[in-house]
């Protein structure tokens, strides 16, 4: 099989991933933080914010992720003119279109794993012995410090398998961010195919096992931290 | 009295304020994002009814958007149905007592869920092209959903043969079956109706993932027909509304059928058989409940 490709100045297959795992990083510690969010107001004694948690969730989840990243760029930035990233006179326009392509690819895969993040910290707090919320009710602890100090460390512990499948899934659905040109490995690879069309076979070995590379170790360590981390009942 | 939730008490006086007041702080956060949103479409002329009405033309419907729900419709009911038989035998290929047919099949059920749908997507459509000499767009999104799909569906059918109780097995081999006829008549049969919901909430993953067709390899789904649709008409963000309302009623239609399926089979078969957790969203289960961990990583992973 032919791999001189992986020689050609043109293909830049390591800065691919290497843009790959720079759209994982930051969608991941936005979404845990925003995942978490919604997870406490789902659970939260005030109905307003339960109810918006609840629709929020339902909505994003069920609409596909390269919906919400097209419309990141075309409805969000095209229509509506937001601008993450500052455009100044004299400034490469591409370098500005990159940066902001890549803010709001993030944007977009917060808002969607967010929402898969919040479903498994939910699932997590159930997971908790009613007894332990109900202790730290009894010494007399307000909700957020039940959920704070109690429950949440606790239901951590226990979601660390399901988050790092999150993450995985994550990992994979950055790919999606080829829709609005962001130069990730999915976009590098249409290109190659384009242009190296007969050595199909040894591009798609490459950037297959870029991912298997990228997502394996993950689940293998995030499956044996589980493991140690678990709560022992 | 019973207070609505373990995580608080039933709320007193105090409490009842201090919730009224975040609730009041929280809706005027909520006001000020709607207001501030509505006021950014109205700046952008994005609110004028010449932008909406192309959504209520025939013509749009005719020509863009009902050809491409049709596809989307279409590539996802060929996915599953290609890609049920085949998780199945992967599936039953993981559990056999042969390893030089468990480790294979391992292999290939992992690899396949490790790489993205999109790059499968891509890969086939080549190969597609270099097999038959002419490029179908509609065959690249099957094979890509049908792989990873049929990866994910291995490991639900292997999930719910080990959720049944091990009396089954003993009973079948005590009988004298093979473990061929033990698989077919007496495993596979309990464990797919354990499973039934969720292979149907697996269809949400696979219509969702056929947004991903429009992408690289140029298959019109509803997306990319939305797409074409907005650049003529000039209403992007109508149109993306309207794509993302249908794709929303579809799948909760799909959900809510799989929580009433779940409901059904858990009335009529007793604790013997409690159907796997069938989605995060509409289970109000808890991680591991019924299915174990095996179970569960293939539940929780199949929905994205």
New interface residues.
Partial sequence: MDFSFLDDPRYDVIGAFWMNVQLTFWSAIGSLIFGTILAAMR?S?????RG?ATTY???V???????II??MA??LY?????KLASREAGVNPQAFLDAQNFRLAVLGFILYTST?VA??I??????VP?GQ??AA?AIGMT?TS??GII?LPQAFR??I??LA??L???T??T??A??IGVSE???L??TM?ENE??K?WA??IV??LG??IL??PVGLILGWVANRASVKR | MSA??????H?GPK?RLR?AI??VI??VA?VAVVWWVVA??ER?G?LEWAKWKPLFEGQNWTTYLLPGLWNTIKAAVISVVIALPIGAILGVGRMSEHSWIRRPVGVVV??FR??????LM??A???WF?TFDYSSSLAAVVIGLVLYNGSVLAEVFRAGVRSLPKGQTEASLAIGLRKTQMMLFVLLPQALTVMLPAIVSQL?VIL?????G???VGYVEL?RAA?TSASFYKN??PT?VL??VI??VL??AL?TGAGMLEKRLRRTRGKAGVPLVVT??AA?????EVAG?EA??AM??N??
């Fill in positions: 659970v004694p005030v109905p307003l914010m918006f969730v339902n909505i989840r069920n609409i596909p992720l390269t919906v097209i419309m075309q409805v095209t229509q509506l003119g937001v898969f479903e498994a939910r699932s997590g707090i159930n997971t009613p919320a109900e009710r909700f039940v959920l429950v226990a979601v398998a399901p499948n999150v995985i899934a994550l994979k659905n790919t999606v080829s829709a490995a999915a976009l690879m249409n195919m069309a007969d199909y591009i798609f950037i297959a991912f298997v997502t394996l | 609505p939730s373990v995580l608080y008490d709320p409490a919730n975040y609730t929280f809706a909520l950014a479409l952008n994005q992992e690899f490790s790489v993205p749908v999109i790059i891509v890969f459509y080549q190969l270099f949400v969702k993932d056929t947004a991903l429009g992408i690289l997306r797409g992007i963000l993306y794509i993302s794709y929303i799948n909760l959900t995060a969203i109000e289960s808890v991680v591991g961990p569960d990583k929780t992973e929905q994205q």
